[in-house]
């Protein structure tokens, strides 16, 4: 999800708005193998995804290699094999709603969050306490999916690696594949400075496209201050029963986020997730 503006140039305005990732993900290149075509926009397009600002770049797996992959939203990772094999349908009417792809149930999801001193993707001293609340206010739901969270330089076992990357201030995760949750969430540096709170309610939401969840104001990006659907409302997202309709400004699952958040769900978040898991 794209920053609307440099948070400097921004300054005088009380409330800043962020979005939920960089401006620009590490390691782009425009060499890389992989295009952003017609037909990949189309596809993307079909699945509700925005196609605005579709990027390549070098996605660095668990094992330290990198794969080229699809930037889409500023923060959903989908290489090209994943997004051939997607196909969602339904509609969406409300601000709540899930891809196809879930996190078979019950079980539970092992999450490490990297440590360990000189080393360049250990998360902060902000973004532990972060994830920990984030850990801890999902774990508090009793859904039939728990987590647990180490913070280790193994990640031996982990279906979750949370790490931190250089860049300005948000994170990048993707979606479920096979019944398991997407493997990683970068965090980026530029939340180092900010409020515990801002990095709970990052991590939170990164956690939650990795079991499935999409951004609640797809069809507007309001808290980016926009006006623009992320795609087709009548194709691609599935409707999670007992949602409001119209803009839920405080969501943890909005498409931007800003500088005042706590990290806490909503009511509207809990009910969602309670009818998922």
């Known amino acids: 999800m794209k920053k609307i503006k440099s948070i400097l140039a921004l300054s005088f305005i009380a409330l800043t708005v962020l979005s939920c990732n960089k401006e620009d993900a590490p390691g782009q290149s425009n060499q890389e193998s992989l295009k952003v075509t017609p037909e990949v926009l189309n596809k993307i ?28 939203e500023g923060d959903i990772i989908i290489t090209q094999d994943q997004l051939k094999k997607m196909d969602l349908h339904g ?5 709540q709603y899930r891809t ?17 001193t000189g080393t360049a993707t ?4 902000n973004m532990i306490t972060g994830l920990q609340a984030a850990v801890n206010r999902y774990n508090s739901l009793g859904l039939s999916i728990n987590f647990t969270l180490t913070f280790s330089s193994s990640t031996a076992g982990a279906n979750i690696v949370v790490a931190r990357q250089v860049g300005s201030a948000g994170g990048v995760a993707g979606f479920p594949s096979g019944g398991a ?41 309001q808290s980016c201050g926009q006006n623009a ?12 029963p007992g949602t409001p309709s119209g ?5 943890f699952m909005r498409a931007c986020f ?11 978040d809990v009910t969602a997730l309670n009818y998922l898991y």
């Open 181 to 221: 949750p997407y493997s990683s969430v970068t965090l980026y540096s530029g939340l180092d400075t900010y409020s515990t709170g801002v990095n709970a309610h990052v991590a939170a939401h990164e956690i939650g496209h990795c079991i499935g969840l999409r951004h609640t104001d797809w069809f507007s990006r």
């Open 229 to 240: 659907s992320e795609g087709t409302a009548g194709v691609g997202a599935i409707l999670i």
């Open 122 to 125: 250990s998360l902060s001293a």
């Open 247 to 251: 803009y839920d400004a405080t969501s």
């Open 45 to 72: 397009s079909s699945l509700s995804l925005n196609t605005s600002d579709v990027k390549v770049i070098k996605n660095t797996k668990l094992d330290g290699t990198t794969e080229d992959a699809f930037l889409i």
């Open 100 to 116: 196809t792809n879930l996190v078979s149930a019950p079980r539970t999801i092992k999450v490490v969050g990297l440590t360990g």
């Open 91 to 95: 509609g969406i009417t409300t601000e």
């Open 258 to 268: 800003s500088s005042s958040e706590t990290g806490a769900f909503n009511a509207n």
